[in-house]
């Protein structure tokens, strides 16, 4: 008989990484138990190491690290600040004069050419649109963060299984058994989570079998550096051995045939159209462009997030941060959900805004893997979208989709910047937007505190944070209502919209305490712009 640990969680997770990992922290910052499990004793791999394990933060990830207060922390580890000459293998661009901001299918798009100034919504701040660091320095931060709030964390114990009913689960790990009010899968493409718990999983199978590999040639310098398109498939060389090839197989070789140098040296060769000789292999990995996603987030007590709820090849490195985003949409609506106050559709809303999303970037991947076919028409078509991309136009809409600065959840509003991420209003004196939200809270800005919103907020004490004052630029608007997760639930550029504040906090919110209804249609006499806590008193002259 298993052994059952005496404790019930609020939530287990299956999966140490990034996203199980910044899960955690979610569901902590709001006071809520959780467990996570990890099949993998060390959490070390020379996988997640450079120069196979950079990856690429984009901004909607590096707004939520601001809003949590670990873009510093991540920033620290970044490759770009390692002095190891590893950071210069991991990718030919870094290497070159003009460094990209970014490929669709290889090709590249620079910063020079990209105008900012069409993302009306932006406002400068410290988060930007990409940072580069390696998978394992990111695991780092996020579990010294995690288990710093309280997390517990079991490593060499994966989830075997699960039963639960309507108001449990128990996850069976080897010998033992844990008690969960919910349970999360972030385990992966391979998700046992997924898999127990019957989850469709539905999509597209590969076209390819890609290869990331180090290896040491026999003659350096019979690769042309950079990526190179081939009459079998593409290659990506950076020296002094680090390549990435595509072979156009229909993802036969992956996971199928051992990784011997003679089968490296077979693809290597067959894939460039050269005789090169391997003379050393020392590390190698497969990967294809299966493209699937879970036709639900949840069922019952059991969610997914992150690979587990989506899978896609690594074209253009936009899954971590699509996990990422699961993440940080889902940590403070279970929270909620877990505490009791939470409205009633909240938790659905969950899947209603991350599957969109999700299926866009496997369509995403899609159109990339179309745009690297083997064939003649593809190579025209490659022509075609070069020229586009080096536009000013083409540039900026690369850039805007790559680094999803225009991501907006449909939440029903017209206001256009309802459901988008919150711009990072600076005050002529305290904090930023982003250092406001690090609490967890619903934040409502009244950049016109003469209007009554203070006394609206009071309903939701404990809940939603107030500040007022004014901005450095408040785009047009009168007040701005933002959910934990720093994404606009409600704005308006007019004082007295009280209703549509109203309903909006109590979708997002729930219930607020009818204490201060009292207070809500009192206007107040304005005694000068103030940033600042919401004291819970009444304000002068209301």
């Not at 620290?76 to 002095?83: D, H, K, L, T, W």
């Not at 709030?149 to 060499?156: L, N, P, V, Y």
């Not at 994966?158 to 309507?166: A, C, I, M, R, T």
């Not at 007295?496 to 309903?503: M, Q, T």
């Amino acid at each position: 008989m298993p052994n059952h640990h005496p404790s019930t969680y609020d939530v287990v997770i299956a999966g140490a990484g990034p996203v199980g990992l910044f899960l955690a922290c979610e569901l902590r910052l709001a006071g809520v138990s959780v467990l996570v499990l990890e099949r993998a004793a060390d959490p070390r791999s020379p996988l997640k190491e450079l120069p196979f394990g950079m990856r690429g933060l984009l901004a909607p990830t590096l707004e939520a690290f601001d809003r949590r207060d670990l873009l510093n922390a991540v920033k620290g580890v970044q490759c770009f600040n390692q002095s190891t000459g590893a950071a210069k293998a991991a990718s030919h661009w870094m290497q070159q004069p003009r460094r990209p901001a970014g490929h669709f299918a290889g090709i590249q798009f620079f910063h020079e050419n990209i105008d900012i100034a069409r993302w009306l919504y932006r406002l400068p701040g410290p988060a930007g649109f990409n940072l580069t660091l390696d998978m394992q320095s990111l695991e780092a931060v996020l579990a010294e963060r995690a288990t710093a709030m309280g997390t517990e964390i079991r490593r060499g114990l994966g989830v075997e299984g699960f039963e639960q009913s309507h108001d449990l689960v128990i996850v069976q790990c080897g010998g033992e058994s844990f008690r969960a009010r919910w349970l999360v899968g972030c385990d992966g493409g391979r998700s046992l989570v997924r898999k127990a718990g019957a989850f469709a999983f539905i999509g597209t199978n590969p076209e390819f079998t890609g290869y990331s590999v180090e290896v040491v040639l026999a003659d350096p310098d019979a690769l042309k550096p950079g990526r190179t398109y081939t009459a079998t498939g593409m290659y990506t060389y950076a020296a002094p051995g680090v390549i990435a090839m595509v072979e156009f197989d229909g993802g036969a070789a992956h996971r199928t045939l051992p990784l011997t140098l003679d089968h490296v040296q077979a693809v290597l060769r067959r894939v460039t159209g050269l005789d090169v000789t391997v003379s050393a292999l020392k590390l190698a990995t497969t990967w294809t462009d299966r493209a699937f996603q879970a036709t639900e987030y949840r069922r019952g007590r059991v969610l997914l997030a992150g690979d587990a709820a989506h899978i896609h090849s690594p074209l253009g490195g936009q899954g971590l941060n699509l996990g990422l985003g699961d993440a940080m949409n889902l940590g403070w609506k279970l929270a909620a959900t877990i505490q009791g106050h939470a409205p009633v559709a909240l938790l659905d809303s969950y899947a209603a805004e991350r599957r969109p999303e999700g299926a866009r970037i496997l369509d995403w991947s899609r159109a990339q893997v179309a745009l690297m076919r083997p064939t003649p028409s593809t190579r025209a078509l490659e022509t075609i979208m070069r020229d586009l991309i080096a536009t000013g136009d083409g540039a900026t809409y690369f850039a805007e989709k790559i680094w999803n600065v225009s991501l907006r959840y449909d939440l029903g509003s017209l206001h256009p910047l309802v459901g988008r991420s919150v711009p990072d209003f600076a005050f002529l004196s305290g904090p930023r937007t982003g250092q406001r939200l690090r609490d967890g809270k619903a934040l409502l800005l009244d950049f016109d505190p003469g209007a009554p919103l203070r006394s609206i907020a009071e309903r939701w004490p404990s809940r939603l944070s107030y500040l007022s004052g004014e901005p450095n630029d408040r785009l047009g608007l009168s007040a701005v209502l933002v959910r934990p997760d720093g994404f606009v639930a409600w704005a308006s550029e007019r004082v007295g919209d009280d209703e549509g504040l109203r309903e909006a906090a109590t979708r997002w919110i729930g219930e607020g305490s009818a204490t201060f209804d009292s207070f809500a249609f009192q206007p107040r006499q304005r005694h000068g712009d103030h940033v600042g806590e919401d004291t819970g008193e009444p304000h002068p002259g209301s």
